[in-house]
């Protein structure tokens, strides 16, 4: 598999051309760069299967090559975004599990070898990489969008839904995917299954999953009834909780503190 590296900070560069040399000889890193024009000769000239791309330059984002990319009408590549930003917010956590993969400065091994592993499988099974405009807009929400309020779901077909986290109201078990219900009534199904979006929230207070089927945002709990397992969403709409979930979110919600942040629920 061919690579090219795209990092302006020389200490970082050395530490992930070593990595890549001691545990990874299989990955061809055909150059590097670490300013904006010298970078799009490069990956345009090279064509490489893969581009290590930090997201910021001394000169710029790198947003503006895949501009310039996308304007010449460049072939895609897989893309493995290096960024110096250590809080991860949930859209780039949803994004990381689903299309790209993104490293925390100071680069380790083991996510970096997770990365490699992920394209190389990719590179050997002929699947196309997503498209530059793609990502594109990923790159821009990890740029303008720096607080978890924010949380990108892939849908059919590879689009991306991107959607305020307080708007969600409810999501729902449909076999390998799930539904995402919206507290003003619309719905879209997501293309990962529940337990996906449970492990990606579950450092996440406001979500809570109260059934096999169904994770409530509980700031947009507005009743618990843990006689009847019912819980009451704002919008009116009533979904049920299992008999151990309902014992669980009643501890939950007792919990001082868990609601501070969480608007009105009871």
């Given at each position: 598999?061919?690579?090219?590296?795209?990092?302006?900070?020389?200490?970082d560069?050395?530490?992930?051309?070593?990595l890549?040399a001691?545990?990874?000889p299989?990955?061809?890193?055909?150059?590097?760069?670490?300013?904006?024009?010298?970078?799009?000769?490069?990956?345009a000239?090279?064509?490489?299967?893969?581009?290590?791309?930090?997201?910021?330059?001394?000169?710029?984002?790198?947003?503006?090559?895949?501009?310039?990319?996308?304007?010449?009408?460049h072939p895609n590549?897989?893309?493995i975004i290096?960024?110096?930003h250590?809080?991860?917010?949930?859209t780039?956590?949803?994004?990381?599990?689903?299309a790209?993969?993104?490293?925390?400065k100071p680069i380790?091994?083991?996510?970096?070898?997770?990365a490699?592993?992920k394209?190389l499988?990719?590179?050997?099974?002929?699947i196309?990489?997503?498209?530059?405009?793609?990502?594109?807009?990923?790159?821009?929400?990890?740029?303008?969008?720096?607080?978890?309020?924010?949380i990108?779901?892939?849908?059919?077909?590879g689009?991306?839904?991107?959607?305020?986290?307080?708007m969600?109201?409810y999501m729902e078990?449909?076999d390998?995917?799930?539904i995402?219900?919206?507290?003003?009534?619309?719905r879209?199904?997501?293309s990962?299954?529940?337990?996906?979006y449970?492990k990606l929230?579950?450092?996440?207070?406001?979500?809570?999953?109260?059934?096999?089927?169904?994770?409530?945002?509980?700031?947009?709990?507005?009743?618990?009834?843990?006689?009847e397992?019912?819980?009451t969403?704002s919008?009116?709409?009533n979904?049920f909780?299992?008999r151990?979930?309902?014992?669980e979110?009643?501890?939950?919600?007792?919990?001082?503190?868990?609601l501070?942040?969480?608007?009105?629920s009871?």
């Amino acid at each position: 598999m061919t690579a090219v590296i795209i990092e302006d900070n020389p200490l970082d560069l050395k530490l992930l051309t070593g990595l890549l040399a001691n545990h990874h000889p299989d990955v061809n890193i055909l150059g590097d760069s670490g300013n904006l024009e010298a970078s799009f000769d490069l990956i345009a000239s090279s064509r490489p299967d893969l581009v290590f791309l930090d997201i910021e330059l001394s000169d710029g984002k790198s947003f503006d090559i895949l501009k310039k990319l996308k304007l010449h009408g460049h072939p895609n590549f897989h893309c493995i975004i290096t960024t110096a930003h250590k809080s991860f917010d949930y859209t780039q956590q949803a994004i990381q599990y689903d299309a790209l993969d993104f490293i925390v400065k100071p680069i380790l091994s083991e996510p970096l070898s997770n990365a490699i592993n992920k394209a190389l499988k990719k590179v050997q099974n002929n699947i196309a990489p997503i498209d530059l405009p793609t990502i594109m807009n990923y790159m821009s929400l990890l740029t303008t969008q720096q607080s978890n309020k924010k949380i990108a779901f892939q849908v059919i077909k590879g689009a991306i839904e991107v959607i305020d986290s307080d708007m969600i109201a409810y999501m729902e078990a449909d076999d390998k995917m799930t539904i995402v219900h919206n507290i003003d009534g619309t719905r879209f199904y997501a293309s990962n299954n529940i337990g996906f979006y449970k492990k990606l929230f579950e450092n996440e207070l406001s979500f809570f999953q109260i059934a096999k089927n169904i994770i409530v945002n509980t700031k947009n709990v507005k009743r618990f009834d843990p006689y009847e397992t019912m819980v009451t969403l704002s919008n009116g709409k009533n979904v049920f909780a299992s008999r151990r979930g309902a014992q669980e979110f009643k501890k939950f919600l007792q919990e001082p503190g868990n609601l501070t942040e969480r608007g009105e629920s009871a």
